[in-house]
């Protein structure tokens, strides 16, 4: 039996898109209220998603159930697969004794940790969420915050929040490239809209960065830094967005930004270095005595000798490997086209044809891709094995650390598991797309609320570009009966993903693993949703003051 999702199955729009809300609130408040491990908190939502599909949207039990599987094998192949190598790949430079190297190199940048947090996270992680995304930038930058001094907990909300910025440009621009596809909107278009928005959040994304790293004293003694950062990011990317690339926007707006830090630090020096150590040494064990041990292995202590230069190039080696690695898969198109060409499309046994769209049309999301080569995962395991031949780490080390991570990370992958199970449950039932068309009937006032669409897409499902594939469509259709530029709308989805992803379930499953707090995804949420909504508030307002003359000058004519 075929299944047609309705848009109203309870006969209310309104109605209907509460209960389908239901999965959501369950997840959001057995995390954020009850505090639950992550993979009880995505179970108990998968389960209570299966009974709405079912019970409330007509789906056929079996289809749902079908759904969750296939929604299940994209969460452990690709996204866990991610997380296990970047974290393997991290594990090498441990084992072979490279680690406190990487340490004694950060500090001939900067001895500040607060300044080394926006460098790294903010942006290194722009350049690795530009070249790779699905979470490899949370979980290498997550490892490389706690090398230079931060506890797991604070190192976790650091890199969630910083990965913001750069989301809608992430992947080689993989989000705004769907959005077009879907509306027939140059995608060229869509990112110049998106460059108009996103900057004026990446401006403080640094200074946000700090007050969590060590509230407002560290962000009145570090502010030229972080506002040289910021502005140098969001000029980037406006200017790139709108006349260069949209496909290499955060790959210059991180390379920009990485140079004007390392050139006001030349020029500048924050105070208050030493109190602030102190400070996050006491911090350490505030986090000890609340019961957050990480399971990484770091050791801290202060770094004595200056590393010379084959040192220097021995501890950057892995991440200047991952860089050229996902430059050439993804920059060099008869090269990604290769690689691109050993992705197996699986037609999911018993779903595939069975699931149609609200508009009567053959569904695709039920052909899984299996990417077994051109992954970010596949490609961080090909760096890992020579970053394990060129650290001369035995094969039998390498297999062994690889084996020790995939124990560590079993709970990562039910979690990861089920809440992609969830996502395809509600998208393939028709729970997601009855969410959006309810909130899309606010009429012009829409514009306001717009970025919520994609706020809750990437909350669902993890990623920018299913937020896209989800709601593009709907928000050009909302804003043409409305009277709004479709584009600003598509952009506005786009945007609006950027400050969700920090709370996806699945985000916050890849930042735990990362810092070694498997278990503690609900402390890790508690600590960012609110900057998450903070950030969805400006850009609600942001957007819909663009939709009227008040703001519409700032959009590209």
């Excluded at 959005?179 to 995608?187: E, K, V």
């Excluded at 980037?236 to 210059?252: M, P, R, Y």
């Excluded at 035995?394 to 199970?421: D, P």
Aim: overall charge neutral; some cysteine; hydrophobic content about 55%.
């Amino acid at each position: 039996m075929d299944f047609q999702p309705q848009l109203a199955p309870l006969g209310s729009l309104a109605l209907s898109a509460l209960v389908a809300l239901l999965p959501l609130l369950t997840m959001f408040f057995t995390l954020g209220v009850l505090r639950w491990k992550a993979h009880l908190a995505g179970l108990t939502s998968l389960a209570v998603a299966l009974v709405v599909a079912v019970f409330a949207f007509g789906m056929p039990a079996n289809l749902a159930v079908l759904s969750a599987t296939q929604g299940a094998a994209f969460g452990i192949f690709p996204i866990t697969w991610i997380v296990l190598c970047a974290i393997w790949l991290y594990e090498l430079t441990v084992v072979s004794g490279r680690f406190e190297d990487l340490r004694a190199t950060f500090n001939l940048v900067s001895d500040d940790p607060r300044v080394l947090a926006v460098l790294i996270a903010f942006c290194f992680g722009a350049l690795l969420e530009a070249l790779a995304g699905f979470g490899a930038p949370v979980a290498i930058t997550g490892v490389m915050l706690m090398t230079v001094g931060f506890p797991a907990l604070r190192a976790a909300a650091i890199v969630l929040l910083a990965n913001t910025a750069p989301v809608a440009f992430g992947a080689i621009a993989i989000p705004i490239i769907t959005a077009g596809n879907l509306t027939g909107i140059p995608y060229r278009e869509i990112g110049a809209y998106v460059g108009h928005q996103t900057p004026l959040l990446a401006v403080f994304v640094p200074l946000l960065l700090v007050l969590i790293a060590d509230g407002k004293r560290g962000a009145k003694e570090t502010w030229p830094a972080t506002l040289g950062i910021g502005v140098a990011f969001a000029i980037a990317q406006w200017v790139s967005a709108t006349w260069v690339s949209v496909e290499l926007t955060d790959v210059i707006a991180s390379l920009v930004s990485l140079g004007a830090g390392v050139g006001i630090l030349r020029v500048w020096k924050p105070k208050g270095t030493e109190a602030a150590k102190e400070r996050l040494a006491g911090v350490h064990k505030e986090e000890s005595a609340a019961g957050f041990h990480s399971t990484l292995e770091v050791e801290r202590h202060e770094v004595t000798s200056k590393p010379d230069a084959r040192r220097i190039w021995m501890a950057l080696f892995p991440y200047l490997l991952v860089i050229v690695v996902f430059s050439l898969a993804k920059l060099v198109k008869p090269l990604e086209s290769a690689l691109e060409s050993t992705t197996l499309g699986i037609r999911w046994p018993g779903l595939d044809g069975r699931i149609l769209t609200d508009v009567g049309e053959v569904s695709t999301s039920t052909i899984y891709k299996f990417q077994w080569l051109s992954s970010p995962g596949s490609l961080l395991l090909l760096s890992g094995i020579v970053v394990a031949i060129v650290y001369r780490v035995s094969a039998r080390e390498a297999v062994n650390t690889f084996g020790r991570q995939v124990h560590k990370l079993r709970w990562t992958f039910l979690t990861i598991g089920s809440v992609l199970a969830l996502a395809y449950v509600m998208n393939l039932s028709g729970q997601t797309i009855t969410i959006g068309t309810w909130i899309a009937g606010t009429g012009a006032a829409f514009a306001f609320f717009s970025p919520i669409l994609g706020w809750i897409g990437t909350a669902v499902t993890g990623s920018d570009t299913s937020a896209n594939a989800l709601f593009s469509t709907l928000q050009q259709s909302a804003a043409e009966g409305a009277g709004i530029d479709p584009t600003l709308l598509v952009s506005a989805n786009t945007a609006g993903g950027v400050v969700g992803k920090m709370i996806s379930p699945q985000n916050l499953a890849i930042a735990a693993t990362a810092v070694g707090l498997v278990g503690h995804e609900a402390d890790i949420f508690r600590k960012v949703i609110w900057w998450s909504l903070g950030l969805l508030a400006a850009l609600c307002l942001l957007v819909g003051l663009q939709s009227t003359p008040v703001l519409s000058w700032m959009l590209p004519s």
